[in-house]
């Protein structure tokens, strides 16, 4: 695993193996309010098949989604890694 890729799970390493615990409570509430991206792209199937509706209510969700991960992948293609 290159650098570039690595650097969040470093993080959270080196916040347990200081015992900064504050930091260590924001890595996890971070972790886990990624994690909630799974769960909505998973529910907008969900919902979308019991009423069109719903399903069209989550659309702007997955349209930020889209825009962060292209933005977030942007960025770190531009980002300059030494190596």
């Known amino acids: 695993m290159g650098a570039e890729r690595g650097t969040f799970g470093l993080a959270g390493w ?36 019991e009423d069109w509706r719903a399903g069209a209510l989550m659309m702007p969700y997955l349209v930020w989604f889209g825009f962060a991960s292209c933005l977030n992948f942007a960025l770190w293609r531009l980002i300059d890694v030494p190596r």
């Open 14 to 49: 080196l916040a347990v193996s200081f015992a900064a615990a504050a930091a260590l409570a924001t890595f996890g509430a971070q972790l886990g309010l990624n994690a909630l991206w799974a769960v909505i792209l998973a529910v907008v199937p969900l919902f979308w098949r």
